[in-house]
């Protein structure tokens, strides 16, 4: 029973392409997140959705959109792509918002744009 | 530009020795996490800290929290090799900032 899954898990594509990378949980959270881990391992947020409302939305090219259809799904959407844009992408889930809800973190898509 | 900052960022470890990676962070938080990355795998979380002092322990690993000099500790008693992992502090500033993560190699 994966609690947090990704797909796929690893994506391989040419610049200018649109791709997208869907997440499910399946712990019953209400809050959703998306990280990028680029190739120094830097871990940093880029959204959070709450009962499928944005609550963080981080300094993200807009080419990057998330998109969450209902409390258990949350996924990105990415037009455009870009060399740079080449990273580990991981998912994470949390029942609330506060600094005591402990996040459950994804697989992770390892995504290569050439 | 890092809020949280850790160090050592790499650490080779002899097994059976006792060792130390400190975090400091730059925000009035009282909020402090500690999560294992193992190659090529995903974030698991160790350590929720939520208060000032808080201490708390899992097998060989130990985490603590200082907020007034703004720092958390992960000791780690008599390494194994099983601890060999990247280890990342984030603070909790109404969201998760990570720190650059500590890699850390046991060897024999």
């Known amino acids: 029973d994966t609690a947090v899954s990704q797909t796929p898990k690893y994506l391989v594509t040419q610049m200018g392409n649109d791709k997208s990378i869907k997440c499910e949980q399946n712990?019953?959270?209400?809050?959703m997140y998306w990280y990028k881990q680029d190739s120094k391992k830097f871990l940093k947020i880029m959204f959070s959705?709450?009962?499928?409302?944005?609550?963080i939305n981080e300094t993200v090219p807009n080419r990057f959109s998330p998109k969450s259809p209902d409390k258990a799904h949350l996924n990105l959407h990415i037009n455009s792509l870009e060399l740079g844009d080449s990273a580990v992408y991981f998912c994470?889930?949390?029942?609330?918002?506060?600094?005591?809800?402990?996040?459950?973190f994804g697989p992770g898509t390892r995504l290569t744009v050439t | 530009e890092l809020k949280v900052e850790q160090n050592p960022l790499f650490l080779s470890m002899q097994e059976g020795k006792n060792y130390t990676i400190y975090c400091n962070y730059s925000?009035?938080?009282?909020?402090l996490y500690w999560y294992r990355q193992d190659p090529g795998k995903s974030l698991e979380s160790l350590f929720v800290?939520?208060?000032?002092?808080a201490v708390k322990q899992e097998g060989r690993l130990m985490a603590s929290l200082d907020t007034k000099a703004r720092l958390s500790t992960l000791h780690i008693t008599a390494a194994v090799h099983d601890l060999s992992a990247t280890y990342f502090c984030?603070?909790?500033?109404?969201?998760?900032?990570f720190g650059a993560g500590t890699t850390v190699t046991v060897r024999a």
């Open positions: 994470a889930s949390s029942q609330g918002q506060g600094a005591s809800s402990k996040q459950y």
């Open positions: 712990l019953g959270h209400d809050t």
């Open positions: 959705y709450n009962n499928k409302e944005l609550i």
């Open positions: 925000t009035t938080s009282d909020r």
């Open positions: 800290l939520l208060s000032n002092g």
């Open positions: 984030a603070e909790w500033d109404y969201k998760l900032s």
